[in-house]
């Protein structure tokens, strides 16, 4: 009897002085965050993105104050992607032309065939036209976010690809890259 007397009165201090300090036995804001219900938002996975794209450019005319060296580009894209399946595109491109090639700017406005739209931002390098007049050219494209599955859209994709200056037509594709939406 004596022992468990003991035992009793051995837990009823801890017990005690547990209560006294609420940091013992009162979870944290933390743990009072992490507990609550509500919705769970999980990371959007990173899925591999690839595709082909063909384009027919269009030369805008200059705006005040552009530099000689600067040419404004529309284009109208047709394009085969992930995620996306046939897809059409817009874009803006501003090229600044200097004595080793273009580099570029393009802001790109894709629309799956559903509506929804995927915005991004490419940004990249040519080269000086090659013997049949082709300028070759590479880079990286940055998602900015988009419409629909699209919204919170996230990813980068390298591309490489040539355009035609005689005709303004041109293609590139999609080397490697990861979307997230």
């Keep these: 009897m004596r022992y468990s007397l003991l035992t009793t009165a051995v837990l009823a201090s801890a017990f005690a002085l547990g ?13 009072v965050a992490a507990s609550a ?13 690839k595709g082909t794209c063909t384009f ?10 552009q530099p000689p060296n600067e040419v404004r580009f529309e284009q109208d894209v047709v394009c085969h992607l992930t995620h996306l399946g046939l897809t059409t595109a ?3 491109e501003i090229a600044t032309f200097t004595p080793t090639g273009p580099v570029f700017v ?15 931002t490419q940004t990249g390098t040519g080269t ?37 200056p005689a005709t303004r037509t041109g293609q590139w594709e999609f080397l490697s890259g990861t979307l997230s939406y």
Excluded: K, M, W
Excluded at 19 to 31: A, E, K, N, R, V
Excluded at 43 to 49: E, H, S, V, W
Excluded at 56 to 65: A, C, D, F, I, R
Excluded at 109 to 118: K, V
């Design 128 to 164: 000086l036209p090659d013997q049949s007049g082709d300028i070759h050219f590479s880079g990286t494209e940055t998602v900015t976010g988009g419409t629909g599955r699209f919204a919170d859209a996230s990813g980068s994709f390298s591309f490489a690809g040539s355009v035609t």
């Design 19 to 31: 209560c006294g300090d609420d940091s013992l036995t009162s979870p944290g804001g933390d743990q």
């Design 90 to 92: 817009v874009t803006l």
């Design 56 to 65: 027919v450019s269009t030369v805008l005319p200059p705006e005040l104050g």
């Design 106 to 120: 393009t802001t790109v406005t894709y629309t799956a065939a559903n509506g929804d739209q995927l915005f991004t």
């Design 37 to 49: 219900p509500g919705p769970s938002f999980a990371a959007a996975p990173a899925r591999p993105f």
